[in-house]
């Protein structure tokens, strides 16, 4: 009877030996956590958490997205997060899966997805040890760039209009420059319709004038196609050329051979062949200038610069609306008492309108960088500053496509050089999102910022902080400013 129930005992034991090594498939892993945003060439952490029903260890492993999986985590306890490292070589839309896997071997299928955007990110410059200047750039159809400025390192003249296209990666494919032997330089660059572009500066050659304003027509090679001088018997810049509904283009600047004082805006007005519909001057004793122009929604004007003719202080933020004749409707001063200014101004789709510049009357230095928004009135809805006890300037504003906004400039603040290249991105109310600097030894700056269908930035300046001379400077960035921060 006693050997029965021993042997009762140990089949019970066993049975129970065996149901307890039954091994269970762990839970379903948690949808990959880690950035949703990056750049090529950068490395990423994501982890993932999965959960075993026999409380089993658990590693986890990723895939990627491109064609590339890691490999198993070291085991972790159930619960408890695994984490990998990827790096992406290319630009795309990624979806992160994760896979988990107890320590009896036990495997689950694929998580639910984490979507990661990777946009190219790469630092270029042109030039030589003569100074070269890089004003403008702006992404093309093609997938790669195209950047205006000047230079005096090739060419005609002391300084030539420069017109540099790149391919996706910032590798040059071609250069031209427009120019006689004097002064020639080249400040803003758009896409045309027709796959060319247009380019406004001034030339001190080509006009009768010291300077004239220069619209220059090339096609999609860079070949000149036509090109117009608007001027008189003194200095006239155009500093912004836009696109018009209609096929033509409208130019600011400023003219000191019309106008009410010693320097006036000057808004002109062309047809698809450059030739003059109308221009305007706006200005009163002082000097007045336009720097940046953009058509809005009802076929009228938005122009931002400076004026020391109005406002308050030695010289304020001027925004001035027109129609479609250029007759003003409204126009606006923000400032106080020191120097303000407005360089970049974009139309919003709220009807207002959004301004970069920079304020020495507000702040925390000597120039901030400055950031207005206001209604379709030209009232302001809200102003911003960035900087630190130095000058800090914004150059360029652009309205990014989660609906804030990107400001590129410079700044002073202490960094690896005298000034660095200062990028800012804000939510739609001004409030600052990221910042980010780059720069080497001497001065570098930003002069304009454009966003990149891949969700990042291709910016545009030059520096002093390569060769023992002033050079182009073509960035190209992630959607949060990131990507290299070494000169090449």
Known sequence: MKKLSLFVLLAAMTLLLNCRKTNH??????????????????????????????????????????????????????GQPGSATHAWLSAGAFEVRAQSKDTGGATTGWSAGHQMKIAQAWSRVFGSYKASTGCAGLPTPDGGYIAAGYTRAYGAGEDDVWLIKTDASGNKLWDKTFGGPAYDDGFSVQLTSDGGYIVAGATGLSGISDWDVWLIKTDSAGNKLWDQTYGGDSGDFGYSVGLTSDGGYVITGYTVSYGAGGKDVWLIRTDASGNRLWDKTFGGAGDDDGWSVTQTADGGYLVAGRTSSYGAGNADLWLIKTNASGNEIWNRTFGGAAKDEGFSVQATPDGGCVVAGCTA?????????????????????????????????????????????????????????????????????GNRLWDRKRGGGDDDVAQSIAQTPDGGYVVAGWTWSTLPGQQVWLLKTGANGEGPTDLP
Do not use: C, M
């Open 361 to 429: 009357s507000y702040g925390a230095g000597d120039n901030d960088v400055w950031l207005v928004k206001t209604d379709a009135d030209g009232n302001k809805l809200w102003d911003k500053t960035f900087g630190g006890a130095g000058s800090d300037v914004a150059h360029s504003v652009v309205l990014t496509q989660d609906g804030g906004f990107a400001v590129a400039g410079y700044t002073s603040a202490p960094g690896a050089g005298p000034s660095d290249v200062w990028l800012i991105g804000t939510d739609a109310s």
């Open 25 to 78: 498939v762990p839970g379903e892993p948690s949808a990959p956590d880690g950035l949703s945003s990056g750049v090529n060439d950068t490395t990423y952490t994501f982890t993932s958490t999965a959960t075993d029903p026999d409380n089993d260890d658990v590693a986890i492993r990723f895939d990627w997205g491109d064609g590339d999986t890691s490999d198993w985590t070291t085991p972790v306890r159930s």
